[in-house]
């Protein structure tokens, strides 16, 4: 096995599907960060995140989701670049629906951050000024709870992603994801996660009835988010 250097040693997750129990779980990996913010030093540091994970047998064949992927399939799926279709025939992102449902003590939600570039909809200055967030503005005024954390976001990245068969049917080939920027002490919500609750749900035969609705994805998928919480540390909310 290869030895990690004290100096650079991270640690990132890596989610594996489980569809026995309709679930996914968090390994925590570590292995040798490459420091820098060149695409090269993100690649390095991808590559050894899944040589590690590979290393301790919690997956044959790990893919990257996220721009910083080592693999074109990755850096579709990546909230980013995974588009969501507007009823006006036009598009948008995953990373921007999510932003625009947020409703906050004061404002909110802001549907013009459909149409500005996922970034733009990410660093929007009203997300940080109008108080706490209460909840999510979803299709037909339904609101989504911020408990369990990532439902809301989880239902938006899966309905997006089971428009595009071509994504779904490639991304069944792997078993473990990673998302190198992702820290759960910083962050809530993670496309890997998202991505391998697609693989168990589907691997179960239970996506179609898991999609019908927001109460039917809500009680499938309960117990997912129990585990995510038991197994990640506590987290301090960015919102």
Known sequence: MQRLSKAFIRPRIAITPHSAS??????????????????????????????????????????????????????????????????????????????????????????????????????????????MLQYFHGNAGHRWPLQPTTLFYDWVYLNALVRNPQLCEQVMDYDGFTDIEFNPNKSLNCQAQSV???????????????????????????????EISSAIPEQQSLL
């Open 22 to 131: 309709i679930s996914t779980k968090t390994h925590s990996v570590e292995f040798n960060w490459h420091p820098g913010l060149a695409a090269s030093q993100k690649h390095k540091s991808v590559a050894e995140l899944h040589q590690s994970a590979k290393q301790q047998g919690l997956c044959r064949r790990p893919l990257e989701v996220s721009s910083k992927s080592l693999e074109p399939l990755g850096i579709a799926l990546s909230a980013f670049n995974l588009q969501v279709p507007l009823g006006n025939g036009k598009h948008t992102y995953v990373e921007n629906v999510f932003q625009a449902a947020k409703v906050f003590e004061h404002a909110g939600p802001f549907i013009d951050l459909l149409y500005v570039s996922p970034l733009e909809a990410k660093r929007d200055p009203r997300l940080k000024e109008n108080g």
């Open 196 to 226: 391998a609750l697609f693989i168990s749900l589907t691997q179960a035969g239970l996506l179609r009835q898991a999609l019908a609705s927001p109460l039917a994805f809500t009680e499938l998928t309960t117990k997912v988010w129990r």
